[in-house]
């Protein structure tokens, strides 16, 4: 490394550090400030602006700076702890909480502009190029209202326009603001005059042209692995803030117990995925004359490994089961479906077993499919007496009433309760119960 090199990561540190001090100081900032010293800050040229990203390796949340746009771009330490306390605030305001498979649906862009605009309304001295609902407008023309959910935000950006300078706003830009300019590509209109300098450009012509602010790099991550890192970064802050008289924000209160309601939720998962390892095969081999040893021909006996289990699924659909709900459970226990056992098949049942279908690769069903109507687990006892599969599971809200077990019934069974369900169930006596 050179002596240049050298001095520009120190610089970069000693103001990052000059920063993290004002933020010590300030009564307002200093719980935020325990959290900065609780994470890994990387200055990195090849990055966004800023961003917050997920160590794989470590298990940690990190914070990521482009030194060029850290020391230039931001004109004073006033923006940077703006900025810095913005990334933060992505953790602590629920966003790394999104599964994987909600992530693949959605515009990424569009999604990080709505986050945006839940945490700007909590922040002062933000650069200009921030996003902010003040200069938003929905396709109706009404101004973004405040304190939504990112959710909400994320469906009015669908047909938003922003308002910004018509220098920045580039092709489209009127030459004055009575509408006079180039055309926008494809219809021949200038953007519409939004005062002072500044048009109205649609969402999706802006975010073409214009990089986005900062870049948010943990979709790859487990939700736990998230959650748990989420839940080790406030409590070695708290540690931190433990020896000051600064309060916890509310907000940090309110994501920690978001983490652990969530963490209990994914208890179900590791349950019901515990009990499906315990059905797979033994990688113990044996010996068998129906198999020739590769080494020695037919006089000896070959290896072949033990049974593979057999699999079946038992879904209520009485309107205990959503049908989102039915496809979340299939996709945590598909790959153990397709290939820890021999055969997995999927049955659906309210009174009467009415569908049965065997597990392929990325196995859905389809929302036509799903029956209602009453419940009851007689019809699902006879097919597990009659089928004797290693493993049965059923999905089931718990209320329905009680059946008599044939002598012989296996206690191979596990009963996924969904939400809203009660675990007290009639048959709980049989197998294992795990709430979702």
Request: net charge neutral.
């Amino acid at each position: 490394m050179s002596a240049k090199e050298i001095k520009v990561e120190i610089n970069n540190r000693e103001v990052f550090e000059r920063i993290i001090y004002k933020m010590v100081e300030d009564e307002n900032h200093h719980f935020l400030s325990c959290v900065l010293q609780s994470m890994n800050t990387y200055f990195l040229n090849y990055t966004y602006n800023v961003g917050v990203g997920f160590d794989q390796k470590l298990k940690l949340f990190k914070l990521v700076v482009n030194p060029k746009f850290f020391q230039e771009t931001l004109k004073d330490d006033k923006e940077r702890i703006a900025v810095i306390i913005h990334e933060v605030y992505h953790i602590l305001h629920k966003h790394v909480f999104i599964p994987p498979e909600k992530l693949e649906n959605l515009n990424k862009p569009q999604l990080n502009i709505a986050m945006d605009l839940v945490i700007n309304q909590l922040i002062t001295n933000l650069p200009d190029m921030c996003f902010f609902i003040e200069n938003m407008r929905d396709k109706n023309g009404k101004a973004f209202p405040s304190n939504l959910t990112y959710e909400e935000y994320y469906d009015l950006l669908e047909d938003a326009e922003t308002k910004v300078p018509k220098d920045v706003a580039g092709e489209g830009t009127p030459d004055d603001l009575d509408g006079e300019g180039k055309p926008i590509p494809g219809t021949g209109k200038p953007f519409p005059s939004a005062g002072n300098g500044k048009v109205w450009v649609p969402m999706k012509e802006y975010t073409k042209t214009v990089k986005e602010f900062d870049a948010h790099d943990w979709s790859d991550a487990d939700v736990k692995e998230r959650l748990d890192a989420t839940r080790d970064l406030i409590k070695r802050a708290m540690q931190k803030n433990s020896t000051s008289h600064s309060k916890v924000p509310d907000f940090v209160q309110d994501c920690l117990e978001k983490v652990e309601s969530q963490l209990k939720k994914l208890n179900y998962k590791e349950m019901l995925l515990k009990a499906l390892r315990a059905s797979l095969p033994s990688k113990d081999t044996m010996k068998t004359w129906k198999r020739p040893s590769r080494r020695y021909g037919d006089i000896v006996k070959g290896n072949m490994c033990g049974k593979m289990p057999k699999l079946e699924v038992y879904i209520d659909t009485s309107g205990s089961i959503s049908h989102e709900e039915a496809n979340e459970f299939l996709k945590i226990t598909n790959n153990f479906m397709l290939t820890g056992v021999s055969k997995a098949n999927v049955n659906m049942f309210h009174t009467a077993l009415y569908f049965r279908e065997q597990v392929k690769k990325n196995f859905k069903i389809e929302e036509s499919a799903f029956q209602s109507g009453g419940t009851d687990l007689t019809p699902v006892i006879e097919s597990i007496y009659k089928r004797k599969p290693d493993l049965s599971i059923i999905i089931t809200d718990g209320y329905y009433s009680d059946v008599q077990l044939k002598k012989g019934m296996t206690n191979a069974v596990v009963f996924v309760i969904s939400k809203g369900g009660t675990s007290e169930h009639p048959l709980k006596r049989l197998g294992t119960t795990v709430k979702y």
